[in-house]
């Protein structure tokens, strides 16, 4: 569901209540989303892996990274790199 922040600032108590009943709701600013209210539930559970996640994919950095010698101008190596994302 999403609705207009003007209608959300009026009805704030009745779209909270709907998300305490699992419901997602986005907030919309000249038709685009620019907020999601979420149960509270969802983000402490979501929370709760961060920090698992985040030293596995630093683990993996590092596996990567065993051996890895960069020569030349680092800028440049940065650069290609942000360039063939594009």
Request: charged residues 30%; aromatic residues 0%; proline residues 3%.
């Amino acid at each position: 569901m999403s609705v207009p922040l003007a209608e959300a600032k009026n009805h704030l108590s009745a779209l909270v209540a709907r998300v305490e009943e699992g419901e997602e709701i986005a907030i919309t600013r000249r038709g685009v989303a620019v907020v999601r209210l979420v149960p509270e539930t969802e983000t402490r559970e979501a929370l709760l892996g961060r920090p698992e996640r985040v030293g596995a994919a630093l683990a993996r950095l590092r596996q990567l990274g065993e051996g890895v010698v960069l020569e030349g101008n680092l800028r440049a190596i940065a650069r290609e790199g942000l360039a063939g994302d594009q």
